[in-house]
């Protein structure tokens, strides 16, 4: 029941580099998520962005909603190697629907 | 408390076994979910339950059969299931709309 996708499926960056990463989804939407998933553990709420806002930040966390392109997308400034990780946007409608995953590799 | 909790850890069964994964949260959340998720892959839902009651099922097999005993606990049992079962189960709660507190998952192996 995969809603969206993501790009880039993989990203590679030096510490202290900022990642951006890219979902777009299918229909209207309540709110959109992000999540981290460090490998094979469970996942890790990082923001909620409602469908009325355009942009959330949180710490190092920049997150846009464009629902007329139905896109968002996130922003992690400042990367560190603690931000190895998969990310997944979800987004809500009556359920949660997760895009593919961004898997992000912070080299030191 | 912040935090939800999953068991076992890991679970090898066979397929004629009957099993069941267990999860608890004492955040006072009125939505609880099951996901399932292969290697490399999203989560895919499987089942939400709001209020204790079963409100989503997305298709999933009879040899899933989920239970919620009251509003802090959610079960699911496991009987008959094909070695494609195999994959990490994952559970969350939320209130209704909002963020999802997902536990560290069982890694379910079926043989």
């Known amino acids: 029941s995969q809603q969206g996708e993501e790009d880039p499926q993989a990203l590679s960056i030096q510490e202290g580099e900022n990642a951006t990463m890219n979902c777009s989804y299918k229909t209207s939407i309540n709110n959109l998520q992000w999540y981290r998933q460090n490998s094979g553990r469970g996942l890790v709420h990082l923001i909620l962005?409602?469908?009325?806002?355009r942009e959330k930040h949180s710490g190092r966390l920049r997150v846009t909603l464009d629902t007329s392109k139905k896109s968002s997308s996130l922003l992690i400034t400042a990367s560190r190697a603690a931000d190895t990780a998969s990310y997944f946007c979800a987004s809500y409608a009556y359920k949660l629907s997760f895009g593919a995953g961004t898997t992000v590799t912070v080299r030191a | 408390d912040t935090e939800v909790t999953q068991t076992p850890k890991h679970l090898v069964m066979g397929m004629t076994n009957k099993k069941s994964l267990k999860c608890e949260q004492h955040m006072g959340h009125r939505a609880m979910y099951w996901y399932k998720q292969k290697a490399k892959k999203p989560p895919e839902l499987m089942f939400v339950?709001?209020?204790?009651?079963?409100?989503i099922n997305e298709s999933v097999p009879s040899r899933f059969s989920p239970e919620c005993p009251n509003s802090s606990l959610l079960n699911l049992h496991l009987h008959a299931l094909q070695p494609e079962d195999s994959a990490l189960y994952l559970c969350?709660?939320?209130?209704?709309?909002?963020?999802?507190?997902f536990g560290p998952g069982t890694r379910l192996t079926v043989l």
């Open positions: 969350a709660s939320s209130q209704v709309r909002d963020e999802q507190f």
């Open positions: 339950y709001s209020y204790e009651k079963l409100s």
């Open positions: 962005i409602r469908s009325n806002e």
